[in-house]
C-alpha cells in the first residue's frame, strides 16, 4: 500500500445542513480505499452499539464517507467532531465483503468492444478474456445507476480510455472497462465505457428488498467465462424470479 495514500490527513466538508463527508485522499488508491472501508467498519459497530445518535446512514465511496444525521437529533458541530475522531482511529481495513463468482459471456455480440481491447493491448481477444477471469476485483463503491459497481483491481495493460462517442444504449447487465476501472451495467444505458461482456445476473433487483443491489463495498468479485447455453439458462431463470444468486458466493466469504 502506498505509505503517503495511507498517511493523507483527514478532511471534514460539510454537505448541506445534515451530511459530512470525511475525506481521506484525492486519488483513486487501495490504500485510501482500505481508510474508507475501516471508516465503515467503525460506524457500523458504533451505530449497533447505540453510540452514533442521529446518524441517518453513511455512503462510501473511491476515498470518502458521506455521514447523513438528522439535524434534529443531534448537535452538527459535535458530530463533526466525532467523526474526525473516529476517522483518525479507524485505521485501515482489507476488503472483508462477499465473494461472488458471477457468469460471463464472451461471445462476440455480448462483447462488441473485445477485439479493439485486444489490439489495444497487443493481446488476444482470449488472452483478454483469460485476464479478465484471473482477476479478484474489489467493489469501491456503487453509483451512476442503481447497483452499478466500480470495481478496482483491472490489470494496468487494460487501462485503456473511454469511447470517444459513448453508446446511446448499453444492453443491461454488460461488464465494461475504462480508465482503468471495471464495471457492470444493472440496466440498459447510455455509456462510454468498453463492452467485454454480459452477464445474466441481475445486478439490480427492487423485488429483493433485503438486498437490492446485489454487491457492496468491500465485496469481491471474480468473472467466470459461461457457454451461452447456460448463460440462456440462467437468464430465463433472472426473468422469471427463479434464480438465487447466494450460491454465487464461494468459500472464503463472511
Known sequence: MNADAAGAPVRLLSLGD???????????APAIHGRVLGFRALLEALSSAGRLAGVVEWLPTFRSVTVHFDP????????????????????IAPATGRRWHIPVCFDADCAPDLDDVAVAARMTPQAVVQLMTDCVFTVYMLGFLPGFPY????????????LASPRKRVPARSIAIA????????????????LLGRTPIRLFDA???????LLAAGDQVVWEPTVRATYDRIERECAA?????????????R
Open 72 to 91: 434534529e437529533a443531534t448537535d452538527a458541530l459535535a458530530l463533526r467532531d466525532q467523526l474526525g475522531a473516529l476517522a483518525g482511529q479507524s485505521g
Open 241 to 253: 424470479g427463479q434464480f438465487d444468486p447466494e450460491p454465487l458466493q464461494r468459500a472464503g466469504n
Open 179 to 194: 480508465a482503468g476501472l471495471c464495471g457492470a451495467y444493472p440496466c440498459a444505458s447510455p455509456g462510454g465505457w468498453r
Open 207 to 213: 423485488t429483493r428488498a433485503h438486498r437490492p443491489a
Open 151 to 162: 470495481l478496482g483491481g483491472l490489470p494496468e495493460v487494460l487501462a485503456v480510455p473511454r
Open 18 to 28: 445534515a451530511a459530512w463527508t470525511v475525506e481521506f485522499g484525492a486519488t483513486i
